[in-house]
């Protein structure tokens, strides 16, 4: 078989291919396939040239080191020439049609059409190329002034410890209430919500949790039952003039207002910041609130959640209760020792001398 070389100029990489590097390229790649219909074996050859005057002059132009450039360089050269390009339009096809085929899939079903390139350059081309499934539509839920708050808790760590923020959110003013605790239970949730009711100087209409086991027991709304409450959380509720509603199992987004002020609270107050105790977290979250959170523009509603709240919701509020409510949940001591009073015999004390008389009159 007779043999045929043919080579495009070494490309000089100081600076990005041009159209001047296509023309010679197309122009020797015709020539090598024309070869190759005539039944020759080809040896087609092309590269780069990453020494010169030019090239160190580029480098130093982006204040970098020659290699560094070339490096770069070199890695445009060779997307330009990518022998799997010669088998772009198969790979879109397949995957227009499906959507799933792995790159090994595809790249079985290439070599077989004559690619002869590596792995490498296929998985990388179809990762590029590949179609993403739309996301699921999510539709923002708004709801009126003074309808509903949300209400999650958060987990952080200090270095004396866990503590958990509670977060209430107003739906409507995206109004934000928030305190740390030293535990996550319907002790604390409970006194958390009274002390987030004052600051809000009422109480919407609902409150939206996600699953928390202190307010619901069982959720089998996805199998057609229904949402089983805490008791002792329903009479809390009703003390306090609101209704319950709990996110569907597995849909936490429905609390979406809840759930970016947690990731707004990580890292807009409690990241990079330093605190000396539990008081003085509380005190710079509650400065934060007041100076930060509920002053800034809010990106979905486009003002102040104070400006708004103060203008549309806080007159919509239901009133607060007379009073706390009193858990009708007898609290336990805590377990500790319990000291009990042992009625011990009395016991007559005697010297050994009255025993030995005692000894000598019964002989």
Not at 82 to 109: H, M, N, Q
Not at 140 to 156: C, H, I, K, L
Not at 261 to 270: A, E, K, W
Request: glycine fraction near 6%; charged fraction near 25%; aromatic fraction near 12%.
């Amino acid at each position: 078989m007779a043999r045929f070389y043919v080579t495009t100029p070494i490309y000089y990489v100081n600076d990005v291919p041009h159209i001047g590097h296509a023309y010679t390229t197309i122009a020797a790649d015709v020539v090598a396939r024309f070869h190759r219909q005539l039944g020759e074996d080809v040896y087609f050859l092309t590269g780069t040239d990453e020494h010169g005057n030019k090239v160190e002059q580029a480098a130093l132009e982006r204040g970098i080191t020659p290699k560094q450039h070339a490096d770069e360089m070199v890695l445009k050269f060779k997307d330009v020439a990518r022998k799997v390009d010669a088998f772009r339009g198969v790979i879109e096809t397949r995957l227009s049609e499906y959507p799933k085929l792995s790159a090994v899939r595809l790249f079985d079903e290439i070599r077989a059409a004559g690619y002869d390139g590596g792995y490498t350059q296929v998985k990388q081309f179809v990762r590029q190329v590949r179609p993403t499934p739309p996301a699921d539509p999510v539709v923002r839920f708004e709801t009126a002034p003074g309808q509903q708050a949300q209400v999650d808790f958060a987990e952080f760590r200090l270095p004396w410890g866990k503590r958990y923020a509670l977060l209430v959110v107003l739906g409507y003013s995206r109004l934000l209430w928030l305190r740390f605790f030293t535990r996550q239970t319907m002790a604390v949730l409970m006194r958390g919500l009274e002390e987030a009711f004052e600051f809000f100087g009422g109480v919407t209409s609902e409150l939206l949790f996600d699953q928390l086991k202190a307010v619901i027991v069982d959720d089998e709304r996805l199998n057609g039952g229904r949402l089983l409450e805490n008791a002792e959380f329903l009479r809390f509720a009703s003390h306090w003039g609101f209704r319950i509603r709990a996110c569907r199992p597995y849909r936490a987004r429905t609390k979406g207002k809840v759930e970016r002020p947690i990731s707004y609270v990580r890292q807009g107050f409690f990241y990079g910041r330093s605190f000396l105790n539990d008081e003085d977290l509380n005190a710079q979250a509650l400065s934060w609130m007041a100076r930060t959170a509920n002053v800034r523009l809010h990106r979905t509603i486009l003002e102040a959640p104070q400006a708004r709240f103060e203008r549309d919701e806080r007159a919509l509020l239901r009133p607060l209760a007379l009073q706390p409510y009193r858990s009708l949940v007898v609290q336990a001591p805590p377990a500790g020792k319990l000291r009990l009073r042992q009625a011990l015999p009395s016991v007559e004390r005697r010297s050994l001398a009255m025993y030995d008389r005692i000894a000598g009159v019964l002989a």
